[in-house]
């Protein structure tokens, strides 16, 4: 059986940047595909899919539990570009998505510090280690969704930087097929072969991840892998060397669940104090926006704004919580309370996990559900880029 080129070979970084570009064009293909598969659910069930989305909170619990499961942000919101792209989301009930999904990434930290659950003094500094990035973006969610629910704050100053990136034209806004990969003979033949959106979208989304789930362990052997002995001396000397690391890693990795993990164990085991590896976090969540960006880059304007919205999320995060000593430690210290009351009783640990990321979501959502949700107002969509530019543009 061939094996890949082992690393001492002189053809293991070419034949991992080949198999890098290869990951690339998969994912930008299952995009494509994505993308058509959602054009492809009619009017029916794209205003289905609006009814419920159009609650924010439901919108939020939707993203939250989605990257809960599959445990990938960066799969989750590629989805939602591909969504927004194809006008089967609006792009203001999809800002709550993209929050959900920040949140949700969190539980793979999480749940790898509960492998230090029979180590009593361990475990109370990798429970904490583990759920401050959970504190940061419910923080974070919690300052900046009633902003965007009241003023609109995210959306239109997203509308307003696209509009820096993508020219507006007469074009409608959630129109997906714009750029290089519209006309891709391959998506052609298999949105006319198969002519079923459910199995079109079941690929797509299969391709999305596998392909996701390659860049990540290739990269992750390329960089991570030879400086694994070395990693606390390299990323933590100083506080912006951290967050450029954290930033810099996962924008390569292309997963910050991948990439966040790995401070639990140097917490836990005392080579790493939390208030070093905030930083780290920090960039760690600027970084996870690279794949969103990348996905929406061939697509309309209305798939960049959704893009920029996760880039302003946690942008505005990081400004609100690194500048000042005061805001930093609320998320530490929140996450140090709930590493000692997990000490006292290991089974809130579990309870955490449960309720946060699947009992809760699922509960609501599925509420919402047995509720006859009221169809979304016609006008309740994304402004024109007219009115965007002339009368929603800051200062």
């Known amino acids: 059986m061939e094996t890949l080129p082992q690393r001492n070979s002189r053809l293991y970084i070419p034949s991992r940047i080949f198999l890098i570009v290869a990951s690339v064009f998969l994912f930008l293909f299952a995009l494509n595909l994505m993308g058509q598969a959602f054009i492809m659910l009619g009017d029916a069930t794209a205003r289905s899919i609006l009814s419920i989305t159009y609650n924010p909170f439901i919108?939020?619990?939707?993203g939250l539990l989605i990257t809960a499961i599959i445990q990938s942000s960066s799969t989750s919101t590629s989805m939602i570009v591909a969504a927004v792209a194809a006008g089967s989301i609006d792009l203001s009930n999809a800002v709550p998505m993209i929050m959900g999904a920040n949140i949700g990434t969190t539980l793979t930290s999480t749940l790898v510090s509960l492998s230090y659950i029979t180590k009593r003094k361990e475990f109370r500094k990798a429970i904490a280690a583990g759920t401050m990035h959970d504190f940061f973006n419910v923080l974070t969610t919690l300052i900046l969704l009633p902003l965007e629910l009241y003023y609109g704050l995210l959306s239109r100053l997203a509308l307003w930087i696209t509009s820096f990136i993508i020219p507006f034209n007469a074009q409608p806004q959630s129109d997906f097929r714009y750029g290089l990969w519209n006309d891709i003979a391959l998506t052609r033949w298999i949105v006319s072969t198969v002519d079923n959106y459910f199995i079109i979208l079941l690929l797509s989304f299969l391709?999305?991840?596998?392909?996701i789930k390659m860049l990540s362990g290739l990269f992750y052997q390329l960089l991570i892998g030879n400086m694994r002995d070395n990693f606390q001396?390299?990323?933590f000397s100083t506080p912006l060397k951290s967050f450029a690391w954290g930033t810099g890693l996962t924008a390569l990795v292309q997963s910050s669940s991948v990439t966040t993990p790995l401070v639990v164990p140097l917490v836990a085991t005392g080579k790493l104090s939390l208030k070093k590896s905030f930083p780290y976090i920090l960039g760690a969540n600027i970084g996870t926006t690279f794949t969103a960006l990348l996905a929406a880059l061939s697509?309309?304007?209305?798939?960049v704004s959704i893009a920029v919205v996760h880039i302003l999320f946690n942008l505005l995060g990081v400004l609100l919580f690194f500048p000042t000593r005061f805001m930093r430690r609320i998320p530490i210290r929140l996450a140090k309370k709930l590493g000692k009351f997990t000490t006292k009783n290991r089974l809130i640990g579990f309870l955490y996990i449960l309720i946060t990321f699947f009992l809760l979501p699922f509960t609501l959502i599925y509420l919402n559900r047995e509720r006859e949700a009221p169809a979304p107002p016609e006008e309740a969509t994304i402004p024109a880029p007219?009115?965007?530019?002339?009368d929603s543009t800051p200062g």
Do not use: Q
Request: no cysteine.
């Open 59 to 62: 919108s939020l619990f939707i």
């Open 299 to 303: 697509h309309s304007n209305a798939a």
């Open 207 to 211: 391709l999305l991840f596998l392909s």
């Open 233 to 235: 001396r390299v990323v």
């Open 386 to 390: 007219s009115a965007v530019s002339e």
